[in-house]
T-cell receptor
């Protein structure tokens, strides 16, 4: 089966510009996650969706970050306006959402954002 | 609060030598434990996981890990490494709360295998 797809793979923008990342999860996976991975660190959860509902967005900086998952499949993460400190890798992951705490998360390749 | 500590940020090793990547966690409740590998410019791939049962878990690519509850550790081992094992390795703990798999990751260990 196809894995988690993310685009673009790389993005370079100037500060104060908007940027958007797209994620297509594994077919049939109900749960979708967006993670932020800073250089030299492990991923940190930004937001989790169960189908189209954002059920955990406590770590999402809502002043500049937004996300949506229309129709409960693809998802978009947006930053507006971007700041220098947003330079990082943005990872998308998905899981079946049927095994609760035993669910395995499958990760996409990530989008590496550079803000100049 | 739960946390994960990977004790070594970098581990250099020669090809065909054994390796151990160390991971300790803190939690006041039962946890599930995971090791993920990240190759350059790629996403994270699950190596192995401990949910319950035998404390020795075998994963892909010849890796294994042992869950030690008394020492709150989940160290990753491989008896003989290859050049292709060069990558970043992340240990993660599942909080197991809220009915879903919320992962807390360590900072990662960079394994560098030299010929």
């Amino acid at each position: 089966e196809a894995g988690v797809v993310q685009s673009p793979r790389y993005k370079i923008i100037e500060k104060k510009q908007p940027v958007a990342f797209w994620c297509n999860p594994i077919s049939g996976h109900n749960t979708l996650y967006w993670y932020l991975q800073n250089l030299g660190q492990g991923p940190e959860l930004l937001i989790r969706y169960e189908n189209e509902e954002a059920v955990d967005d406590s770590q999402l900086p809502k002043d500049r970050f937004s996300a949506e998952r229309l129709k409960g499949v693809d998802s978009t993460l947006k930053i507006q306006p971007a700041e220098l400190g947003d330079s990082a890798v943005y990872l998308c992951a998905s899981s079946r959402g049927t095994s609760g705490t035993r669910d395995t998360q499958y990760f996409g390749p990530g989008t590496r954002l550079t803000v100049l | 609060a739960q946390s994960v500590t990977q004790l070594d940020s970098q581990v250099p090793v020669f090809e065909e030598a054994p390796v151990e990547l160390r991971c300790n966690y803190s939690s006041s409740v039962s946890v599930y434990l995971f090791w993920y590998v990240q190759y350059p410019n790629q996403g994270l791939q699950l190596l192995l996981k401990y949910l319950s049962g035998s404390t020795l878990v075998k994963g892909i690519n010849g890796f294994e890990a042992e869950f030690n509850k008394s020492q709150t550790s989940f160290h990753l081992r491989k008896p003989s490494v290859h050049i292709s094992d060069t990558a970043e390795y992340f240990c993660a703990v599942s909080l197991g709360s809220g009915g879903y798999n919320k992962l807390i990751f360590g900072a990662g260990t960079r394994l560098a295998v030299h010929p």
